[in-house]
Every structure is written in C-alpha cells, then in structure tokens.
C-alpha cells in the first residue's frame, strides 16, 4: 500500500536552533516528493520539489534531501526563525494514466522565543 | 494574479442541508484539486480535474459529496446532506503540468465547514 509516513508528529525547538524533519514513504513506482509549510488557518505553500535524480534541494534556509533507494527524505531547517512555526508536510506522487498524490499527516514545528 | 479563490471561507450549517463550496483556479492552469483537512486524517486527495475532465475521485467519500467543473475558471464541490462528519477545511489547488517534470501546486486559503 502507497503511504508516506512522518516523524516527530510534533517538534518543539527555541529560535535560532536548527531541526531535521523526517519522511519516510513506499509510494512505487515514484515520480516526486514535496515538502509543503502549511501555516495555521491557511493552505499549504511548496518549498520544495525534488525528481528522482535529484537528492538535495535547497530553498533559503529550507533544505531537503532525497534518498531514493531507501525511500527517505529529510527536512532541513537553519537557524529557526519564529516565522517557521507551522505544520511540514511531505507529498509523493506516483505516475500513472492518473497521477496519485499521497500525503503524509504532517509535523507540526513550534519555536519558542 | 490573485492567486486560487475560495468561497465561503466559513461554513455552518445544520446537519441534513445541502452545503456547496467554490473555487476560481488560477488563469492559465489546466489542473484543479479538492482537498480535505482534518485534525485526525490530515489532508486527503477528494478529486482532481484536468482540463475540466474529472480525472480521479476515488478519494471522494460517498455518494452525497459531489465536484463539477463547468468551465477552466469554476468549480464546486456539493454535499447533500451534510453530516456533522463532514465538519472539515476544504482545500482547493490548482496547478500547470510543466512538460517533463512535476507541477507546481497551489492552494487557496480554504473553507472551514462545521456541520451542526
């Protein structure tokens, strides 16, 4: 079965700190994986999208990575601003005649001051 | 651009009303999402359209949920009844298919519906 699984479910760290974010899938066959902010009240935003051949990709001081082999994807965040606190989501998509997009619940970021 | 419109941004109804909700892609773009958001299932794929053509609504709960896309700039998604079950956000997205490579999504700020 597709899934696309995150951890922590909930991750709290002091401004100026940097964290990782996890995500983990078994969507097959694969064509990209997403990382969404999704600040609270409004839709989600992308911050990055990364290809199979791609393994890094960075967005200011966002900056994913992709292990295809293994099925894993991190989120990098530098030097944590207040501004980040919001839920991270992790999408996959698998080609088809139609496009499945499978995504996964989310890690929910506070930055305490 | 103004971005994807969603109306109402609020919903309340009572259980048993029909309740329908709108959304105005972005201009140029061939692709439109419903999603659905809540605290226990996180987002979850409703349907999708391309070119105003339902492509997927595998994700689309039962009968009483139901999306039309009339033309490239409109689309509803009804529920007749509601159920207090249905008490979610509803997201719409739109997004253009880049040749060769993954599309670009965007979404509009929702609609938070509560059924009493």
């Known amino acids: 079965k597709n899934q696309v699984e995150q951890s922590p479910q909930s991750l709290i760290i002091l401004e100026g700190k940097n964290c990782t974010l996890q995500c983990n899938y078994t969507v097959s066959p694969f064509s990209n994986l997403r990382w969404y902010k999704q600040d609270t009240g409004r839709g989600p935003v992308s911050l990055t999208i990364?290809?199979?051949?791609?393994n890094t990709k960075s967005n200011g001081r966002y900056t994913a990575t992709l292990d295809a082999d293994t099925k894993q994807s991190s989120l990098h965040i530098t030097a944590s601003q207040l501004s980040d606190s919001a839920s991270y989501i992790c999408?996959?998509?698998?080609?088809?005649?139609?496009?499945?997009?499978?995504f996964g619940k989310g890690t929910r970021l506070h930055i305490l001051p | 651009d103004a971005g994807v419109i969603q109306s109402p941004r609020h919903e309340v109804t009572e259980m048993g009303q029909e309740v329908t909700l709108r959304c105005k892609p972005i201009s140029g773009h061939d692709y439109l999402f419903w999603y659905r958001q809540t605290m226990m299932r996180g987002l979850e794929l409703l349907i999708y359209?391309?070119?105003?053509?339902?492509?997927?609504d595998s994700g689309m709960p039962e009968d009483r949920f139901s999306a039309k896309m009339p033309n490239a700039s409109f689309s509803t998604l009804k529920i007749q009844p509601s159920e207090p079950r249905d008490s979610a956000v509803y997201f719409c997205?739109?997004?253009?298919?880049?040749?060769?490579?993954?599309?670009?999504?965007?979404f509009g700020p929702g609609t938070r519906l509560t059924v009493t």
């Open positions: 997205a739109s997004s253009r298919k880049l040749a060769g490579g993954p599309y670009e999504q965007y």
């Open positions: 999408v996959v998509t698998s080609p088809g005649r139609d496009d499945k997009i499978i």
């Open positions: 990364m290809t199979f051949s791609e």
């Open positions: 359209f391309n070119n105003n053509v339902p492509i997927d």
